[in-house]
């Protein structure tokens, strides 16, 4: 009967997920503290300093094979305190009991949905999921910490990236769409020209346009993007000249906001979470989304300004709650299209 093996028990069934309760370190802590014992008890003739030097050597040489097993000081110590040959000891009941732990913990921890062995690797992330911070920053704070910690650097990192996407959720978990949406929008139907689009661009300040059909559901976007791309850049004029030739009409150039607008455009729902956004502005090359209501209508307009606007309001207001100053504002979105010029189509 080996009590070390109890507290072993504890740590492959009761946390199947811990760096110190994987297979090598219960495998190589327990056996090779056995040994360590051992040596001990046959070079040292007075029980109490065998027993503590070598609790001390086993643990200097379970850190550095990365083998750190708790249950493996007290192994030690029950060797040295045991009059039987410590060496035979070691293999058997040791070496034994440990593989028959192990294999215990491995059919027991399948049957109730855990996995043992434990993945020691970092969760996988797509494309969009960005977090603050990198794998070398992990990796920098870990050595800064400079201690054992009993938690793997993969678990870490992937609690911490969970961290981050709870703490952004937070922020703008409550915040919708309609609340941060210029309304009611600009937009054109595809037959205006290209001439009354542009001036209307120009007149605004703004950089696109829905367009729509008569039930104002969205049909695609013209933005100063594709003015430009569209602008004859084999002639050589000024930008002005260029851009004045196309909106003015060319022969054999495009003539209305139907033939130059970007189709299938993105769009989202009202009631849509802000932060859903995100991903789209920052990955996917968007700068204007058109917002519709249920019956794909357009309502309103949000931009990366718009976005960023929020954020920022939200972030100061959540710091000055947290100073508790008489400056104390509540978290909230800014008005309603604040800041941007709106009108009607």
């Known amino acids: 009967m080996l009590g070390a093996l109890g507290a072993s028990?504890?740590?492959?069934?009761?946390?199947?997920?811990?760096?110190?309760?994987?297979?090598?370190?219960?495998?190589?802590?327990?056996?090779?503290?056995?040994?360590?014992?051992?040596?001990?008890?046959?070079?040292?003739?007075?029980?109490?300093?065998?027993?503590?030097?070598?609790?001390?050597?086993?643990?200097?040489?379970?850190?550095?094979?990365?083998?750190?097993?708790?249950?493996?000081?007290?192994?030690?110590?029950?060797v040295v305190l045991t009059a039987s040959d410590g060496l035979h000891l070691a293999a058997f009941p040791v070496?034994?009991?440990?593989?028959?732990?192990?294999?215990?913990?491995?059919?027991?921890?399948?049957?109730?949905?855990?996995?043992?062995?434990?993945?020691?690797?970092?969760?996988?992330?797509?494309?969009?999921?960005?977090?603050?911070?990198?794998?070398?920053?992990?990796?920098?704070?870990?050595?800064?910490?400079?201690?054992?910690?009993?938690?793997?650097?993969?678990?870490?990192?992937?609690?911490?990236?969970?961290?981050?996407?709870?703490?952004?959720?937070?922020?703008?978990?409550?915040?919708?769409?309609?609340?941060?949406?210029?309304?009611?929008?600009?937009?054109?139907?595809?037959g205006v020209s290209l001439k009354q689009a542009w001036a209307l661009m120009r007149a605004q300040k703004i950089k696109a346009l829905p367009v729509v059909d008569g039930r104002r559901r969205v049909a695609g976007i013209v933005t100063v993007a594709d003015f430009m791309r569209l602008a004859n850049l084999d002639v050589h004029e000024g930008l002005g000249q260029r851009l004045r030739a196309l909106v003015m009409g060319r022969g054999g150039q495009p003539g209305t906001v139907g033939e130059i607008m970007s189709h299938p455009v993105q769009v989202a729902r009202v009631d849509q979470h802000a932060m859903d956004l995100?991903?789209?502005?920052?990955?996917?090359?968007?700068?204007?989304?058109?917002i519709v209501d249920h019956q794909q209508c357009l309502v309103g307009v949000i931009t990366q300004t718009d976005l960023v606007r929020t954020l920022a309001v939200v972030v100061q207001g959540r710091d000055e709650e947290e100073g508790g100053g008489p400056g104390a504002v509540r978290q909230s979105a800014p008005p309603p299209g604040e800041g941007s010029p709106t009108a009607p189509t």
């Not at 650097?153 to 978990?173: I, M």
């Not at 995100?278 to 058109?290: A, E, N, T």
Request: charged share 10%.
């Open 9 to 78: 028990a504890v740590l492959v069934f009761g946390m199947p997920s811990s760096p110190l309760a994987q297979p090598w370190p219960v495998l190589g802590g327990s056996t090779l503290s056995a040994l360590v014992g051992a040596v001990c008890a046959a070079l040292v003739p007075d029980p109490a300093l065998a027993g503590a030097l070598a609790v001390g050597l086993a643990i200097a040489l379970m850190v550095p094979l990365r083998c750190l097993h708790p249950p493996g000081g007290s192994m030690a110590l029950y």
């Open 95 to 190: 070496l034994f009991n440990v593989l028959v732990l192990l294999l215990a913990g491995v059919v027991y921890n399948s049957l109730t949905g855990r996995s043992y062995p434990h993945p020691q690797q970092s969760p996988a992330r797509t494309a969009s999921d960005k977090s603050a911070f990198a794998a070398s920053d992990v990796d920098a704070a870990l050595a800064h910490y400079n201690q054992v910690l009993d938690v793997s650097r993969a678990d870490l990192e992937g609690l911490l990236y969970l961290a981050g996407r709870a703490a952004f959720q937070r922020t703008l978990g409550e915040v919708r769409c309609a609340d941060i949406m210029s309304r009611p929008p600009f937009a054109v139907e595809a």
């Open 278 to 290: 995100v991903p789209l502005f920052s990955h996917g090359g968007h700068h204007h989304i058109p």
